[in-house]
Each structure stands twice: as structure tokens, then as C-alpha cells.
């Protein structure tokens, strides 16, 4: 399996600011995700991070607010913009397979203030 | 859509026990499905999966059979520890819904010395 990581593992931001979170995999990956965990949630997909192209966002969620770059096939970058309380969560990357497994970063914990 | 729906948790057995926990699914077209895991403090892992109906996956003692029959995967094992401690989260991907994961709401389980 893919060896994945995130940058950071968590922050604590003041509301209106913006983060962005480094997703890097260890090997060459077509499909790289990038999903939401609000707390005692489940895992809610906000986008797919697409090499060479703009990413495809999923309902409820925009590139304004979300805007994602994905400039190789080993790293990714997801900005939480304009921060409020509401975007505390865990933003986790995953990659997937060539056997239609997906595997996941470590997450990133953000807390708005 | 897809959609997938489990048990609502959370589930607190004692040591040893035989452990169930029902996932159902919606879907369209012919999804793979899996179960994933998350520790405390910890990532998601990929516990176990299924790519087509009457499949039976299985690892560190749980497994779950794809039942398109009933388009369920439910998640057992037949003693459990303490160390299984954690948050299960069925999935589905494929069909219409192409690689995305579409996920269950989590279910919390505790095991009691």
C-alpha cells in the first residue's frame, strides 16, 4: 500500500484566515481525494484532485472555498479558505489502487476559532 | 445515489464476544464494498473488501460476504478483544459513482475486559 502523508497534522486558525494542507505519496497515483470528517461524523468526499486539470468538487462544496492544486502524480494541496468555526474538521487525502483500494493520509485536524 | 447506511452504535461488548455490525447499501451498477477502520487518535485502514457478489472478505478475524441479494456486507467476528476497539465504517465505490468512496456513518465499538 501507499505510504501517505499530510502537513500539517493539525492547527488551530483564527476565522477568516485560510490553511493550506500538503498531501504527499510515496509512489506515483492517478486518483488522489480529498474528504471532510466534521466531528463524530462520517467521511464526506469534497473533491477529486486531478493531475493536469482543475479538480471536480463534488455537491456542496466550491473552488472558491476548497480550491485544490495537484501539479504531480505525488502531491496534492487542499485550501480551506475564509475559515469559520463550521470548517472545524479532520481533512484527510487518500490515493487509490490499482486494485480499487483507496488509502488514507493521516488526516489533518483543524479547529477555527 | 449511492448510499450506504449501518447500525447505528455505538456497540459495547465484553471480551470474546460475537460481534455484528449490519451495513446495507444502495446502488446502482455493480460496486465494490469495504469495510475501514479507525483507532483512536488514529487514520483510516482498510480492514477488509469485496468486489462482486458472494465475495467473503476477511482479515485479522472479521470478515463480511457481498450479498447482492440483499445488498448488505455486514461486518462480523467471532471473539473480539479489546484491542478492537475503535470506529468501523462501511463503503462502497464503483457503479455509477466510479471510484469515489460513499461511506456509512460510522459505528463506535468498545470491547470490555
Known amino acids: 500500500s501507499a505510504v501517505i502523508s499530510q502537513k500539517p497534522s493539525r492547527d488551530i486558525c483564527q476565522r477568516g484566515t485560510s490553511l493550506t494542507i500538503q498531501c504527499q505519496v510515496d509512489?506515483?497515483?492517478?486518483?488522489m481525494f480529498w474528504y471532510r470528517q466534521q466531528p463524530g461524523q462520517s467521511l464526506t468526499l469534497i473533491a477529486t484532485a486531478n493531475q493536469g486539470s482543475e479538480a471536480t468538487y463534488e455537491s456542496g462544496f466550491v473552488i472558491d472555498k476548497f480550491p485544490i492544486s495537484r501539479p504531480n502524480l505525488t502531491f496534492s494541496t487542499l485550501t480551506v479558505s475564509n475559515m469559520s468555526p463550521e470548517d472545524s474538521s479532520i481533512y484527510l487525502c487518500s490515493v487509490d489502487s490499482i486494485y480499487n483500494e483507496q488509502f488514507f493520509g493521516p488526516g489533518t485536524r483543524l479547529t477555527v476559532l | 445515489g449511492n448510499s450506504v447506511t449501518q447500525m447505528e452504535g455505538p456497540v459495547t461488548l465484553s471480551e470474546e464476544a460475537f460481534l455484528t455490525i449490519n451495513c446495507t447499501y444502495t446502488?446502482?451498477?455493480?460496486?465494490?464494498l469495504f469495510w475501514y477502520v479507525q483507532y483512536p487518535g488514529e487514520g483510516l485502514q482498510l480492514l477488509l473488501k469485496?468486489?462482486?457478489?458472494?465475495d467473503k472478505g476477511s482479515n485479522k478475524g472479521f470478515e463480511a460476504t457481498y450479498r447482492k441479494e440483499t445488498t448488505s456486507f455486514h461486518l462480523e467476528k467471532g471473539s473480539v478483544q479489546v484491542s478492537d476497539s475503535a470506529v468501523y465504517f462501511c463503503?462502497?465505490?464503483?457503479?455509477?459513482?466510479?471510484?469515489?468512496?460513499?461511506f456509512g456513518q460510522g459505528t463506535r465499538l468498545t470491547i470490555n475486559p
Open positions: 463503503a462502497l465505490s464503483g457503479g455509477q459513482g466510479a471510484q469515489k468512496l460513499v
Open positions: 446502488a446502482t451498477g455493480y460496486p465494490s
Open positions: 509512489s506515483q497515483v492517478t486518483m
Open positions: 469485496a468486489t462482486k457478489a458472494d
